[in-house]
């Protein structure tokens, strides 16, 4: 008995003791996927691993933190983490939603401890939508960070700010600016990503971001691409506007300076739109195609869009005869409206209504099909236009009837038939 006790004793020691030999940075990483209360057991284990998790350059807080936790509040938990941790930390994860407002003040000094302890990545974000939002200290404007992902904030930068220079990507998610002449020059030379989702307050905004590579823009209504302004993106590759709300009558000034955005993305390889954004383009009396010819864009996506709507088509095939070396064309449709108007599947007929030569498209999506005369009529114009197309793929509305599915397959088996370099073709029901 007490041979085979001494046995376990000695076999948990000496995997323990391969658990102490692996690097430094392992461990952290071993310990990054624990929560803190976990990582802080772990400094019983032996004298050698006592301070360990305390020196983890990573802190994630997240909304899970300290549930147990009765006696203390969790700010005193996090001033004690903070606290008993050294060396620096260059990774910080906060959910401000479980942070009561009444305590944001806490979250400065945060801050400010964590802007002179080489933090290089840092995350706010709130799960929750009705928490009150928190308001950037002006301490977190002078870090030199590298990544920034903000959520539910306020973003008011001081006069003397000057940009994030060594910044690299930046996400921002229900975030209000709130600037001034001073502070309306945003200067990131070294961001490579940019996300804008649900912001306000854009109004003014200069941005210089010579080596953006991404940049997205999502509910972000109508002002975001009204006032915002890039003073130089020349090497972007990938570029989203799903603002997904309706275009106002007076949308002309917003369509016009989404225009001028396109027509400064010379290098663009990747296009994301949503209906909403092409009805944009409508309301500018777009020409028959765009000022600026998109060499580059291989990859054309389209969501939420409405065959049902003339505005729509109109800047679809705008867009495609802008883009003549295409090679995969993606369209997710929205529903079909009660009481829409549908298009005359004319429209796609005549010589105003072709979309040129696309010579390099070799893969077409359409999903959400519903098999409208309209919507095989722009299969037809796109097979017509594309002579090395190689895959097909029409997934049909899952409110499609079984009966109309099967008669959807047929008629695309027939367009597909007299198309030799078609040799992938699937037209299928979709179904959850």
């Known amino acids: 008995m007490i041979t085979n006790s001494y046995k376990r004793l000695h076999d948990g020691r000496d995997k323990l003791d391969r658990l102490t030999d692996l690097p430094i940075n392992v461990i952290h990483q071993i310990q990054e996927l624990m929560t803190i209360e ?14 360990i998790w305390a020196s983890n350059p990573k ?24 606290l008993h941790h050294y060396g620096p930390i260059k990774t910080f994860l906060l959910d401000l939603s479980i942070i009561n407002p009444s305590e944001h003040s806490v979250i400065d000094l945060w801050m400010l401890h964590l802007s002179r302890n080489g933090l290089v990545d840092l995350t706010l974000r709130c799960l929750e939508h009705l928490n009150t939002p928190y308001k950037l200290p002006s301490s977190v404007y002078g870090v030199e960070l590298e990544h920034l992902n903000l959520s539910n904030c306020i973003f008011r930068p001081p006069c003397s700010f000057r940009g994030f220079q060594k910044l690299k990507s930046l996400s921002l998610n229900r975030v209000s600016f709130q600037l001034d002449v001073a502070s ?9 990503d940019l996300m804008f989702t649900q912001c306000s307050g854009l109004h003014h ?4 971001a010579p080596e953006l590579l991404c940049l997205k823009f999502c509910n972000c209504g109508i002002d975001t691409i009204k006032w915002i302004s890039f003073k130089d993106c020349r090497k972007v590759i990938f570029f989203a506007v799903m603002p997904q709300q309706e275009v106002s009558q007076n949308g002309q000034h917003e369509a016009m300076n989404l225009v001028k955005l396109l027509g400064s993305l010379p290098e663009v390889r990747a296009l994301i739109l949503d209906g909403c954004s092409l009805k944009f383009l409508a309301s500018s009396n777009v020409a028959r195609r765009l000022s600026t010819i998109l060499n580059h864009l291989v990859n054309l996506e389209f969501y939420l869009f409405d ?6 088509i109109c800047s679809l095939l705008c867009i495609l005869r802008s883009c003549l070396n295409l090679k995969l064309l993606n369209l997710l449709l929205s529903r079909i409206k009660n009481g829409s108007r549908k298009v005359d599947s004319n429209q796609l007929k005549g010589q105003g209504c072709g979309i040129d030569e696309l010579n390099n498209l070799q893969t077409l999506g359409i999903h959400g099909f519903h098999g409208s005369k309209v919507e095989l009529r722009f299969v037809r114009l796109v097979l017509a236009s594309a002579p090395i197309l190689e895959k097909m793929t029409i997934n049909v509305d899952e409110e499609v009837s079984e009966r109309k599915a099967t008669k959807i397959s047929k008629i695309i088996g027939v367009f597909a038939y007299s198309r030799p370099a078609l040799t992938q073709v699937i037209c299928q029901r979709h179904q959850h």
């Open 205 to 208: 905004l200069n941005i210089y």
């Open 184 to 192: 309306s020059f945003l200067c990131v030379p070294n961001l490579l």
């Open 38 to 51: 976990d990582a802080a057991r772990m400094s019983v284990l032996s004298s050698d691993w006592r301070y």
């Open 307 to 312: 065959f049902n709507d003339e505005d729509q």
């Open 59 to 82: 802190l994630t807080i997240s909304a899970n933190f300290c549930r147990k936790g009765k006696q203390s509040s969790i700010t005193d938990i996090i001033n004690r983490v903070l």
